[in-house]
């Protein structure tokens, strides 16, 4: 067997994809048709923030192991395995998934093979769009050419991605055929020799799987921050709470952190379109996942009536510091940040917002041009009326207290991830508040 792979769409997944294939040893052809990312690739240079990425990528690239192109032709001729990592936005007129590029790859792709190949889906698709490509394929192709389309999607978090493609927690195989199966076990021979679960399904089942995954993130999430708002009612502790139920093996503590929620380009998009596709063939569970997707966009409110009940209700011309601007600790993405969102609206109401993020100061400059930026914690908090914590970066952890109440105007702090040590604040004089978590004054 060829030990050439493709991988076309060379974003997030696609990179990371590509990188660890050839890490893993093959010779691998990245495929995409943005000219920049290409270039920029080429030159081993990531396009993203992704940690060890850069040293993966210019490592293949520099032994002749990684390549990249923009020529289809080229893939078609270079492999018979193609793996298509594009992306699978939500529409801008609803909330299904955007599938233009992977039908764009499919129209592309089809015509230009020459050998029998296997098709080896991905991106996050709703189930049935695998059937889709698979007709196009065998229509487009000419008569002599075999396709085969398999789907194997992936669930790779951001900030841990090389990690988790290397040593997923399991693989998934969709597939309609026996030589699909084999080929796609000895494209991950190495994690499966060292015992990663694998699941060998059905194509829907592998579709779906994907989108069921990130859908109970989100619905475990929204669980907890409804729980949270109840524990503000009752006077009781969210993080305490967390921990209690995170005990039983069942629920899991992991990813049962409150705060202020989901965003990113996985999670909120996926949960979208899986209600798209649900509502659209009467299934109940449209119903479930519409309230979990409210639930979670109700914290970002919650944590702004926060900010502004601390501004004395009158935001405008206060000076607010935000710490933290990715939607999520070690990443520079800022797709449906929470943090962003809540700095953009605190900045609409008129508040003077300024934001510091150790690595998403960039990516979220170009997302909110109207809010200040500048490359320190202390520089965001000095003279700030109130500060936010809303990415739980580890280097806030580890703050000083004391030494920031220097500087800002009033020792104000709103604690969106439950990411600090409340009572190293309060003892250093600040007013400390979180949802879901008893607010004391001292300690
Ligand atoms: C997610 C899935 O975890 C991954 O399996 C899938 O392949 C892609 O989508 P990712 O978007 O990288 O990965 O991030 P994840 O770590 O799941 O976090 C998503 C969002 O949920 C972030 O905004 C994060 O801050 C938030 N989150 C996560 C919580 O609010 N609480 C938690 O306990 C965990």
């Known amino acids: 067997m060829s030990e050439r792979i493709c991988v076309i769409g060379t974003g997030y997944l696609g990179a990371t994809h590509a990188a660890c294939m050839a890490e893993l040893g093959f010779d691998v052809l990245g495929v995409d048709v943005d000219e920049r990312k290409i270039a920029m690739l080429s030159a081993g240079v990531v396009p993203f923030a992704e940690p060890g990425l850069d040293e993966l990528v210019s490592r293949h690239v520099r032994e002749g192991r990684l390549r990249f192109t923009t020529s289809f032709a080229e893939a078609a001729e270079f492999a018979a395995v193609h793996f298509v990592c594009v992306g699978t936005p939500q529409s801008r007129d609803g909330d299904g998934a955007d599938l233009s590029a992977v039908f764009a790859v499919t129209e592309t792709l089809g015509p230009l093979l020459s050998q029998d190949t296997l098709v080896v889906g991905k991106s996050t698709v709703p189930p049935g769009t695998a059937e889709r490509v698979s007709e196009r394929l065998a229509a487009l192709a000419p008569p ?65 799987a994907k989108l069921a995954a990130n859908a109970f993130l989100a619905t475990k999430i929204s669980f907890i ?12 502790d969210i993080v305490s709470l967390a921990d209690v139920l995170g005990y039983d093996d069942r629920i899991g503590r992991r990813g049962l952190n409150a705060g202020l929620g989901f965003g990113g380009g996985c999670l909120p998009k996926d949960i979208r379109a899986l209600t ?16 979990v997707d409210t639930a979670n966009a109700r914290m970002r409110d919650r944590v702004v009536d926060l900010a502004v009940e601390a501004c004395d209700f009158a935001p405008r011309g206060r000076r607010i510091a935000v710490l933290g601007a990715a939607f999520k600790p070690l990443s520079d993405d800022v797709r449906d940040s929470p943090a962003l969102h809540v700095a953009s609206t605190l900045d609409a109401l008129g508040a003077r917002v300024r934001v510091y993020d150790p690595v998403a100061n960039e990516t979220a400059r170009r997302a909110a041009p109207t809010l200040e930026y500048v490359d320190s914690a ?17 280097e806030f952890r580890t703050l000083d207290p004391l030494a920031l109440g220097a500087v800002v105007n009033h020792r ?31 300690v």
Do not use: C
């Open 144 to 208: 002599d050419v075999t396709v085969e389309v398999a789907w194997n999607p992936e669930f790779l978090r951001e900030g841990h991605a090389i990690e988790d493609t290397v040593r997923p927690d399991r693989l998934v195989l969709g597939v309609a055929s026996a030589e699909a199966e084999k080929t796609l076990r000895h494209v991950y021979r190495q994690s499966i020799r060292e015992g990663v679960p694998i699941e060998v399904t059905d194509v829907p089942t592998a579709e779906l």
């Open 225 to 236: 921050n409804a729980m949270a708002e109840l524990s503000d009612l009752v006077g009781a």
């Open 276 to 291: 798209a596709q649900a509502a659209e063939l009467g299934a109940g569970v449209a119903q479930l996942l519409s309230s």
């Open 378 to 394: 202390r520089d965001a908090v000095t003279d700030a009326d109130l500060v936010l914590h809303l990415t739980e970066w580890p």
């Open 412 to 442: 104000r702090i709103i604690d969106g991830r439950h990411g600090l040590d409340p009572d190293r604040w309060r003892l250093a004089g600040w007013s400390y508040r979180a949802l879901g978590r008893v607010t004391r004054e001292t």
